[in-house]
């Protein structure tokens, strides 16, 4: 059974954290008010595979916590999660909200231009997104090393 778990865990965080990467890099290339409207259409369709991905990726690593109950006296372990939940606060929660503010703004925009405000709301989206990446690669190397 752990075995298993083990599999769709890893199959989870593949999943989840392809779509965290890729986030920065499919916003980093709209230039134009046409380009961004596409851009965050992509990520509105898209949204579904980190919070799928996180989802499953947390209930598997509780799972496996629970079949090995040593794992909860393991640090490592334990900032793991917590350092996720973060993750999936950010991807689930503030990325989105922000890619509707984001795409409201560019539906009320008449030229190709980007607006300011958009602009402002997408260095906040920014943020997010290397927070989160940065906190994924810790993750990461948390759960390859066991420190």
């Known amino acids: 059974m752990y075995i ?3 599999f769709v865990h890893i199959v ?14 499919i916003m980093s290339s709209a230039r134009t008010t046409g380009q961004a409207k596409f851009a965050l259409a992509l990520l ?4 579904i ?4 991905g996180g989802t499953l990726l ?3 690593g509780l799972a496996l916590g629970f079949l090995e109950t040593s794992l909860f006296k393991e640090l490592w372990y334990l900032l793991s999660i917590v350092i996720f939940l973060v993750i999936l606060v950010i991807f689930a ?3 989105p909200a922000g890619i509707k503010q984001q795409l409201t703004l560019l539906q009320k925009t008449p030229g190709d231009d980007l607006p300011g ?3 402002q709301s997408r260095r906040r989206s920014a943020w997010l997104e290397v927070i989160a990446n940065l906190a994924a690669f810790i993750v990461i190397l948390l759960m390859v090393f066991k420190p």
Do not use: N, Q
């Open 117 to 119: 405000a958009y602009r």
């Open 93 to 95: 929660g503030l990325i």
């Open 44 to 47: 509105e369709k898209t949204a």
């Open 58 to 60: 947390l209930l598997t």
């Open 12 to 25: 989870s965080a593949i999943t989840a954290m392809a779509a965290v990467i890729c986030y920065p890099l």
């Open 4 to 6: 298993y778990l083990l």
């Open 49 to 52: 595979l980190p919070k799928l």
